[in-house]
């Protein structure tokens, strides 16, 4: 398929250069940096879910109360 793209000049120029110091057509250079930016994306969007560990339990421990800091970090450290 062909198609039209308007370029910076310079971005041009260096893409040219790129595709002639690897041995390939501009056009086969625009292909390949464009499956390769699509690919990283999909990966990216793929990998962005995260598992948080949990474990059972039966809630809170006597006495913790989730709004007072001071009192929480005092039942970490065994305060």
Do not use: C, F, N
């Amino acid at each position: 398929m062909r198609t039209t793209i308007r370029m910076d000049d310079e971005l041009l120029r260096d893409a040219k250069k790129l595709a002639a110091e690897s041995g390939r057509s501009l056009t086969k250079l625009i292909e390949d940096l464009l499956r390769e930016k699509i690919a990283t994306r999909e990966k990216k969007a793929a990998r962005t879910r995260a598992r948080i560990p949990t474990t059972k339990g039966t809630g809170l421990q006597a006495g913790v109360d989730l709004d007072d800091s001071a009192s929480l970090l005092g039942l970490m450290e065994g305060q």
